[in-house]
């Protein structure tokens, strides 16, 4: 199979590997040496890698952050990680986003990695911090208006 | 200050650097430049590790697996991480880690960072499988015995 | 520009990068958030697991080992690394390598990076060991045929 | 053995560890469990990480720069290593450093890993860059006084 991974997959690349429609945003990536650990499969923490890069890319997408020194920062107020089965070297998969709620200046993402089956699932609450250390940095009118129609996410900012 | 590190850390060295008395296990160490990132602070990946650092020494200290190619795997079922207060480059922490629960064969365990204030707290439930493949792996009697004697741990196992 | 990555690049998707045409073997990537460091550019050690991963999938091309448990293993016995102009998040490379002289039982590599101009360079001497630990593994004169045919590599093994 | 590891270690404690006399600076250390790749030995990154934390303490201890967001900034031009030995999960090592030369801006530096015998070597070459972008970083006359008093390093700096 011939996928691109320099940009998010397509929805019909995406039911082509078998994500299931409720994820909007994912890309497509294989298990490399460095993700392996002692016990010879992907190490608990390289999926949070896989998902800390979609977020970069994702954030950038969404309009949200360019992250190149401009833009809120995008910091970690909590993460979670469900383990399903292990992955091992070579394997192909795509991993996938989206924002279930947002609130003033944070969001509640999932994530996923599928090959094809599912893999791992996690959580992970953003919060956008203004780059000067004045505080939180509130998500615009034209952001929440792109996480609601891409991502279905709930809007818990009122 | 000057604390030993290739042993875990006295319940007077732990009081010494403020960790409260109800966690009974703990290794001093200091943020290398390696688990800085982008942002200049510690990613939020490295306490992952430093977890994991710590759990291993762990299971060797209450006798669950001693990490030769002898005893259970040991495999992470899920974690989460709730990220407080921002680390940097150069702090000496902490890292603290006790079981809260077990089962048959599995562990419910609760970790924590201090910096000497509390900078991260994380949760990992792990579960203990035989080496060759044939399924889970109990813990012993005497394994189970340690883990309510050291840890104060709850006995969900019966 | 749409460039596969889960296989090797054609030469002429090489050429269409500006990679020079001694080198035979490439992968395209894109730089990630987790290999930028406290200095806002890609680490060292970066690129250092490039060269691994690039490396990995070169000895299952080249027929040396499949990484899947046979085979013999590959063992690194020095490194050197030169870098020339550093590199930020989020750009896109190629990344090469190629065998430049073999012996009995080792190879000698070089590698590269480019974005599109030359990023870095290094080589790697690799010993093939034999798994059950007796002792070192002879490329095959099947093995030699392609280092010599495909990366025009030195015969140094008489 | 219990040995100190926030501070880099004495004369006495290093020759009780069996390393040679002509390293002036090292640090205790033990393999952790996030080094250990898919061979089940430590991956060879993470002796150039070891490495990396070493000369951020070196720096420092040396006057050369504070890592402290002043000072110049250290930058990579080169870097070789040598394995000697593999090393394995929770092996105790002492990693050691010096610079054998420096010229006007730039240093030339030795490293090694003993447990305790000699597993790797490795060397760098290092720019001191100006943090405003204005160019090199000269040493000054005391840095260089230091270099050679403490380290034995040759001034090719004239």
Redesign the interface.
Known sequence: ???????PLSRSQMDGFGVPPDWPFGL?D?V???E?????HV???AY??WF??LR?LYMRERGISP?DGTGP?I?????????RR?MF??E?YVVTARTVAFRRASLEMHYAAFAPDLRAEGTAVIVLMARDGSGKHPLTDAQKARLLELDGAEDASG
Chains 1, 2, 3, 4 share one sequence.
């Open positions: 199979m011939t996928l691109p991974y320099l940009t497509m294989r490399r040496f460095s392996i650990d002692a016990l010879a190490n608990h923490t949070l890698r800390e890069s970069v992250y920062l910091v970690l107020k909590s993460v979670s990680m469900e383990y292990e070297l070579g192909d």
